[in-house]
């Protein structure tokens, strides 16, 4: 723990600022022995239980998700994250990561299902909850004896989850609280023993939470399952509460703290929804390219085709970005808890700060990874060609399966917005230097640009000078946006949601090449040749991505001469002096995974 400690690690947002060296990043080919088996024993039940019963996940069998909830809580996988005071595993933060990682590639149903019952069903108490709350709920969760559910949205409040109308009215003696009110959407509602519930006392500007334990003779009644587009075997109904009686000692924290411990709820469900996008894209990536290998059109198998390859080498890359960003986020957390608990704070304090330290990072990881996942199923169709819209094989439900995570836990457009706002909020508060940045990159644009010829003989010298630049990107877009709109900023939401894509893109950009460089300097370079590739695929995606985000908002918000400044500071800070041949670089990646028949970088 002492070298936690003495490590200088990044808090949340300073990605931005500053530069983070190859040795600090944590990476899954860090993983140590225990972690390793983790992984093993999560995949084995996965390739057991879910996946080889996959058809079942497609039939609406929300019993049979049931089931596998309790398998797996026989096998502990429920209980990674539980400190072990309340029999749990008490894994850090990583090894949860893991298990909701490989746990949720084979169905959406079952992943919502985990995620919905670890995460927002179990933390708020593990996270808030009194000593008697957890000795009493925590390890029925943590086992699987019970299961857990989040119902914070209703019919009027979405993204504004703290407008909810549902009412918690205290007895005149003073013993219970009576709830009213209508809940939607809520995740395992159906099979579920606990609910943690938000409402509102009086007219409290926020919201209370309260657990409250599902007993049909209390008031409480489910509407009939949802009929959705994917997760078919995902329990969603409305929950409906009529004066419920909910004993004092269930309120969870305080009065009126409910909208921020549903927000720090979302905050570690999001970053956890990110890694379960992940094991859905080796899955995908793995069926592409082993139907690819075997498929014969004009004669030759269709991984042949260039157009093919693109897919394929564009798919993994995604996969291994993202991977890549997942953990090295993951391990950040887990370091700021070891820091905190070191220096006093409880394990739950340590965890919520942790966390919430790296809210920014969470909601970048949310939006990437749950659209990557997207683009990976949707082009697993296509590579499929016909049979990929067949109900007959994963894709098509891989497919809708994914959509969801765009939705929920905060939408994308939410989350964008979040990104950015909580950047802007850090450096107001002085937690990260944006200001003294922004004000060198101001001075950068009006000076003279070095015409000498860089040295970008070793690995990535070039690409990490680019990573730079494109920070000094976002600094002169967001930066100025500031200067111009001070507070009102939050009303413009365009330049916001340029803003966050392309802060989104540097952080994933940067991981993966910091995986990469890590690698290639424990393992050698030509182990990594892939990788290496991958990562400078990725990045001269993001330069795309960013050269055009940033463009729209310099000429929407600038005029004149600042205007005329921005983007020649835009052409300077995006240039390649070697530009990368995309085309060698996508073959290589491909020829690999058509090589190994399929994706073997985690
Ligand atoms: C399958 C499923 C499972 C779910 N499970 C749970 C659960 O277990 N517990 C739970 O409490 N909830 C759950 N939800 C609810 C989910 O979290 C919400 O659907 C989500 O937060 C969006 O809210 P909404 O559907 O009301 O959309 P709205 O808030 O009405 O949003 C509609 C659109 O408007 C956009 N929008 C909204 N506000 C703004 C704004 N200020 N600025 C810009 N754009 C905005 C959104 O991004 C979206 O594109 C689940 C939903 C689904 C579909």
């Keep these: 723990m002492s070298d936690t400690i003495e490590k200088d690690i990044l808090r949340g947002g300073q990605f931005l600022v500053k530069e983070t060296k190859c040795e600090d990043v944590f990476t899954l080919e860090d993983l140590d022995e225990e972690q390793k ?17 996959w058809e079942r996940f497609e039939k609406k069998d929300y019993a049979y998700t049931e089931e596998c909830m309790k398998k797996a809580g026989e096998l502990g996988l429920l209980s990674v994250a539980v400190p072990e005071s309340y029999g749990g595993m008490g894994m850090g933060f990583v090894s949860t990561m893991l298990v909701c990682d490989y746990i949720s590639g084979a169905t959406g149903s079952f992943s919502t299902a985990f995620g919905a019952h670890t995460g927002i069903g179990t933390m708020p108490i593990t996270l808030y909850g009194t000593e008697e709350q957890k000795q009493k709920y925590v390890p029925k969760l943590a086992t699987g004896e019970w299961f857990g559910a989040y119902c914070l949205t209703e019919p009027g409040a979405g993204s504004d ?33 606990m609910f943690i519930v938000f409402a509102r006392i009086e007219d409290d500007k926020n919201i209370t939470g309260f657990i409250v334990e599902n007993d049909p003779e209390n008031g409480i009644s489910l509407g009939d399952e949802e009929k959705k587009l ?42 956890k929804l990110a890694a379960a996008c992940l094991e859905a894209q080796r899955r995908i990536v793995n069926e592409a390219t082993k139907y690819a290998n075997e498929r014969i059109q004009f004669k030759t ?58 809210a920014i990072e969470c909601s970048i990881l949310k939006v990437a990874v749950s ?47 979040l990104s ?50 494109l920070k000094k990107v976002f600094l002169m877009v967001a930066g100025s946006a500031v200067q111009k709109f001070g507070p009102d900023l939050e009303k413009h939401q365009m330049l916001l949601m340029a803003a966050s894509d392309i802060l989104i893109q540097v952080y994933m950009a940067e991981s993966a090449i910091l995986r990469t460089e890590k690698n290639a300097k424990r393992f050698g370079e030509d182990s990594q040749a892939a990788q290496i590739a991958m990562s400078k695929l990725y990045l001269y995606r993001a ?16 005029e004149g001469d600042e205007q005329r400044m921005m983007l020649m500071g835009l052409k300077r800070f995006t240039k390649y002096t070697n530009q ?9 990646i491909a020829d690999k995974v058509a090589a190994d028949n399929g994706y073997t970088f985690d």
């Design 580 to 588: 990368p041949n995309v085309v060698a670089l996508r073959t290589q």
């Design 161 to 193: 989850a703290n407008s909810g109308k549902t009412k918690a009215v205290l007895s005149e003696d003073g013993t219970y609280y009576s709830i009213s009110g209508q809940k939607m959407w809520i995740s395992n509602a159906g099979f579920c023993n």
């Design 301 to 358: 198998p269709i991984m042949n085709f260039g157009a093919i390859k693109a897919k394929i080498a564009d798919m993994a890359t995604n996969a291994y970005v993202d991977e890549a960003a997942c953990y090295r986020a993951a391990k950040n957390i887990e370091d700021r808890i070891a820091i905190r608990e070191a220096s006093g704070n409880s394990h739950q304090e340590a965890e919520l700060k942790g966390v919430e330290e790296y």
């Design 371 to 417: 659209e990557h996942v997207q683009h990976t199923t949707d082009e697993g169709i296509q590579v499929f060609g016909g049979m990929g819209f067949s109900a007959d094989t994963p894709m098509e439900s891989a497919w809708r399966d994914a959509r969801i995570s765009r939705i929920y836990e905060g939408t994308n457009e939410i989350n964008r917005m």
């Design 420 to 469: 950015v706002g909580m950047l802007v909020k850090k450096a107001m508060k002085g937690h990260v230097d944006l200001l003294g940045p922004a004000t060198a990159v101001g001075e950068e644009l009006m000076g003279i640009p070095s015409f000498e010829t860089p040295d970008f003989s070793e690995l990535f010298a070039e690409e990490k000078d680019l990573v730079a630049r």
């Design 543 to 558: 330069v795309d991505i960013i050269q055009q985000k940033a463009k729209e908002g310099i000429v929407s918000f600038a």
């Design 37 to 53: 088996m983790m992984r093993e024993s999560t995949k084995e039940f996965v390739d057991r239980e879910l996946w080889a019963h």
């Design 230 to 271: 994917g997760i078919h075997s995902s329990s969603t109904r409305q929950v409906f509460f009529n004066e419920t009686k909910v004993p004092v000692e269930n309120m969870l924290s305080e009065r009126g703290n409910g909208f921020k411990i549903a927000m720090n709820a979302l905050n570690i469900g999001r970053i």
